[in-house]
């Protein structure tokens, strides 16, 4: 069966600093995969989405950026945070032909001082 | 482009009562609809979908949802909730490129 993982599954980070946030997905191969953002209190919004290897769609411009090195291996990263980049993180994966489920992997809380 | 309103943030409800939470969506061609549910820190676990046929899905944990195309509602229901039942519940629905828009969730909380 297929499953996702996030890490770190928690993070603290000083305004300024980097970020890397890593999803891997087992068990399936030729995934989609997004990462999405929940702010406190409010929804989900799709921050990046990707087809394949090195192939990346961002929907919100912002200081982020992802990245699809390997197939089931998608990274999240920042080169320099901002507190506004606070937030749950999560990754998501569905299969590649056409309308399929997303499945959520367990998320990353990431905290901007 | 597609938009999914679930008009209400907070329910409370008495365990062992019955449950519906309101999913209304704007799309203009045949939707694909989710129901996802979120505990506190943790991800989103699927409850049902909705792809074509029968408009009433069944889904885990004993809900159910009932797609309505003249209403472009796609309410969840449970008959009895259980204390467990406690989270935040997302409606979803599917656009080009099997991009997920989100409704903003509705948070449930269950009276002993």
């Known amino acids: 069966s297929q499953t996702i993982h996030q890490w770190p599954a928690t993070l603290v980070q000083p305004v300024g600093s980097p970020l890397s946030l890593e999803c891997t997905v087992e068990g399936t ?3 989609n995969l997004y990462w999405y953002r929940q702010a406190a209190g409010r929804g989900l919004q799709l921050l990046f989405y990707s087809i394949g290897i090195d192939q990346i769609s961002s929907e919100v411009p912002q200081n982020l ?12 990263s920042s080169k320099k945070l901002l507190l506004s980049d606070s937030g749950f993180y999560l990754c998501a994966w569905s299969g590649y032909r056409g309308q399929e489920t997303q ?8 905290l901007v001082l | ?26 799309y203009g061609a045949t939707p694909y609809l989710f129901w996802y549910v979120q505990s506190p820190g943790q991800g989103l676990q699927l409850l049902l979908k909705y792809f074509s046929g029968d408009t ?27 204390w467990s039942d406690a989270a935040e519940y997302f409606c979803a629905v599917a656009g080009a490129g099997n991009m997920l828009t989100f409704g903003g969730g509705t948070r449930l909380m269950v009276k002993p």
């Open chain 2, 1 to 26: 482009a597609q938009s999914v309103t679930q008009p209400d943030i907070h329910i409370t409800v008495s365990e062992g009562a019955s449950l519906e939470l309101r999913c209304n969506y704007s």
């Open chain 2, 56 to 82: 009433l899905v069944q889904g885990i944990k004993g809900f159910e949802a009932e797609f309505k195309r003249s209403q472009s509602s796609f309410n969840l229901r449970k008959p009895s909730v259980h």
């Open chain 1, 103 to 110: 499945y959520f992997g367990p998320g990353t809380r990431l």
């Open chain 1, 29 to 31: 191969s030729n995934p």
């Open chain 1, 65 to 76: 950026s992802a990245s699809r090195p390997q197939d089931r291996q998608f990274i999240l």
